[in-house]
């Protein structure tokens, strides 16, 4: 018996940059993302006599594998489930080499292959609990379109739909650089973010740009829509930059991307940026300017990668019991 679950990668639009309780994965303000149709990871497990860890068919060593065997045995105990051992096998589909390989994606199908394996048969709700505490980000991929995660305790800190098949001409333009450096980690960029002397405005501020955001996207409103992430992503950064000590996901490949989205915008062509705990940006636009302006990129930075993404569907899983 085996259970299968596939979830896709989400950017947040209204990002998540705080913990409020690092164990439980508690966020400290509200978050809004995209899910994309693009990534995402298809996870198989089943039971065996040891824990073992295939990512894109490559066994991983013990230290590679752990966050994910620590989070299957936290399930377990949450659950009152008896300890067992897993068969975990997971490929991330990207649609590059170089990949947007994301811990949203991975912890959401993670969550749902562990539900369908064990027979729990959770809500969507229950399910992006789960995720959570594997992966703050996981919580909005169990949906599709837009989803919002909303802070508080333990029980009620979950993500949930906002749009789910958005019709908006929204795509978003993933420019993955080829300098991948040394990364500061999610969680310890977290951290250090909060001794910014901005960090109180940047938890003031969040329920307002939350409602913004979910006004935007109620009424279509593509412009305010990029408007509204770009700030969000820049004073995410400018929290990173006046922290003690301070530091940059930047590169100066990011910073030049930058200045171009700023250049076409005011040349005319509708198009918005936002960057997340790396130096890759990605570009929400229409699905003509996406190819536009891929084709500019292609032109000017020959060593990025460029994919177009849309709107993707939410996590799904399925047991394979039938054909073994
Ligand atoms: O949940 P994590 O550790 O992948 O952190 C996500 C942090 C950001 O991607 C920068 C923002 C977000 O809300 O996804």
């Known amino acids: 018996m085996s259970a299968t679950a596939i979830a896709h990668t ?27 149709d693009k990534f995402y990871t298809e996870t198989t497990l089943s039971w065996q006599t040891s824990d073992q860890f295939f990512l894109n068919g490559k066994l991983q060593a013990a230290a590679d594998s752990q966050r994910v065997f620590s989070y299957l045995h936290l399930l377990e105990r949450r659950l009152n489930l008896p300890n067992r051992h897993y068969l975990v096998r997971s490929v991330n589909h990207v649609p590059t080499s170089a990949g947007l390989a994301s811990s949203s994606s991975a912890f959401a199908a993670l969550a749902a292959a562990f539900d369908q394996l064990q027979q729990l048969h959770l809500s969507r709700q229950d399910l992006s609990r789960l ?9 909005r991929s169990i949906f599709g379109g837009f989803a919002e995660w909303q802070a508080g305790d333990d029980a009620n800190s979950y993500a949930v739909p906002i749009d789910e098949r958005p019709k908006l001409d929204l795509h ?12 500061i980690s999610s969680t310890i960029g977290m951290q ?11 938890l003031e ?9 979910k006004l935007a996207i109620q009424q279509a409103d593509f412009d305010k829509i990029g408007q509204l992430a770009e700030l969000n992503a820049n004073e995410m950064h400018a929290l990173n930059l006046t922290a ?24 005319g062509i509708p198009c918005y940026y936002t960057i997340d705990a790396g130096p890759n940006v990605k570009i929400l636009t ?8 891929s084709s500019r990129l292609a032109q000017l930075m020959p060593s990025a990668k460029i994919v177009v993404t849309n709107f993707g569907p939410g996590v799904k899983s399925w047991s394979n019991s039938d054909m073994e």
């Open 244 to 267: 003690q000590p301070p530091f940059t996901y930047f590169e100066p490949a990011t910073m030049q991307i930058i200045k171009w989205v700023q250049a076409w915008r005011a040349a």
């Open 286 to 293: 229409s699905l003509k300017n996406c190819k536009v302006l």
């Open 172 to 183: 978003l333009l993933v420019v993955e650089l080829d300098q991948q450096p040394k990364k």
């Open 205 to 213: 501020r969040n329920p307002d740009e939350i409602a913004q955001m």
């Open 192 to 202: 250090r973010a909060q001794t910014s002397p901005f960090y109180q405005t940047w």
């Open 10 to 36: 989400n950017i947040a639009l209204i990002k998540y940059w705080g913990k409020a309780d690092p164990d439980l994965r508690l966020p400290l303000m509200n978050s809004l993302s995209m899910t994309l």
């Open 131 to 139: 995720a959570r505490l594997g992966s703050g980000s996981a919580t």
